[in-house]
């Protein structure tokens, strides 16, 4: 068995502990937290079991960190990223690695120029249930895929004029924070658009987009992607073939079981997966990349593409 892998986070807000409960559920240990307020990084370190916490430069700086989970505002992510690399840190970065191409092209290119691996942190993608979707694609269940319907939405609340989800300076909006999951899921099974047609709405003279929808398209297949902050939209992925259609409910934060159902000619199958964390699934896939160069599924690179279809999708904003 390989040696545990040594964490520090550099952010720990709410995402990060949903993270520390995946880390838990592996072998890997985490070492240090950082914030910019040493008093916040000191309490999470003690409710996450940190070994010792300090500011973000203090866990870039301890040789016991061997790699970093960056969950630090969106407009945060390339500069942090580009300093872990620099320090030789192994990163998974939350979603979006960064929020324009240019800047995840400079991001990726500081990991490759130290030699660490970089994996922007999709974690729906390592769930079980996706294997199963791709395994009843590759065997022609459904016929070649037309049309792919992706949405990812839920209701913010009216007095949230604070959210830093609709802070412009911080690279807020609907589409970088839940539609950049319609964009990735799209492009997995798709491929690159050669067209994207979108509308990006400001219901709240916010700055940002806060309701959003999008049409792309693959050849001869095209995607419908929606996302909000202003609804109980849900999250759902339906992938339509010449002969059948899968449908993923609850497709990217799933808690509890996990549900698929494939249509074709012979009728309707459901499949029920047992309760995982995905988040634990995830930093098992980055510790077999670490340590033994396993092909990651959401390697730092493939979030260029994706920000080149948000780019096109926010220019009717």
């Known amino acids: 068995m390989s040696a545990p892998l040594r964490w520090g986070i550099l952010g720990p807000g709410r995402i990060a502990r949903q993270w520390v409960e995946g880390l838990r559920d592996t072998s890997d240990r985490l070492i240090a937290v950082g914030s910019r307020d040493r008093d916040v990084a000191r309490r999470a370190a003690d409710e996450f079991g940190a070994d010792r916490s300090g500011s973000y430069d203090d866990v870039l700086a301890d040789p016991d960190v061997e790699a970093v989970y960056i969950s630090l505002p969106n407009s945060m992510h390339a500069e942090w990223t580009v300093r872990a690399a620099q320090a030789g840190k192994h990163i998974l970065c939350e979603k979006p690695l960064a929020p324009t191409p240019a800047e995840c092209e400079r991001v990726v290119a500081a990991g490759a120029s130290r030699g660490v691996h970089l994996v922007e942190a999709f974690m729906y993608r390592y769930h079980p249930r996706w294997q199963a979707v791709w395994r009843a694609i590759e065997a022609d269940r459904i016929g070649p895929i037309r049309l792919l319907r992706a949405m990812f939405g ?107 159902t494939i249509t074709d000619q012979r009728g309707e199958d459901r499949e029920v997966f047992p309760a995982m964390n995905q988040y634990g699934l995830e930093i098992q896939a980055f510790h077999a990349l670490v340590r033994a160069d396993a092909p990651s599924l959401t390697p730092g690179s493939d979030a260029i593409a994706t920000q080149r279809v948000i780019a096109a999708w926010q220019a009717n904003q």
């Not at 909006?173 to 509308?199: H, M, S, T």
Request: aromatic share 6%; proline share 4%; net charge negative.
């Open 154 to 260: 839920y209701s913010m609340g009216a007095d949230r004029s604070t959210d830093i989800r609709l802070n412009p300076t911080l690279a807020g909006g609907a589409i970088q924070d839940v539609g950049c999951y319609c964009v990735n899921v799209a492009r997995w099974f798709l491929g690159e658009p050669d067209d994207v047609r979108g509308f990006a709405l400001d219901r709240r003279d916010a700055g940002v987009d806060t309701h959003s929808a999008a049409v792309t398209r693959h050849g001869d297949a095209m995607a419908e992607l929606a996302c909000t902050f202003d609804g109980p939209m849900g999250q759902a992925v339906e992938i339509v073939g010449e002969r059948g259609r899968i449908d993923i409910p609850i497709a990217f934060v799933v808690r509890g079981e996990a549900k698929l």
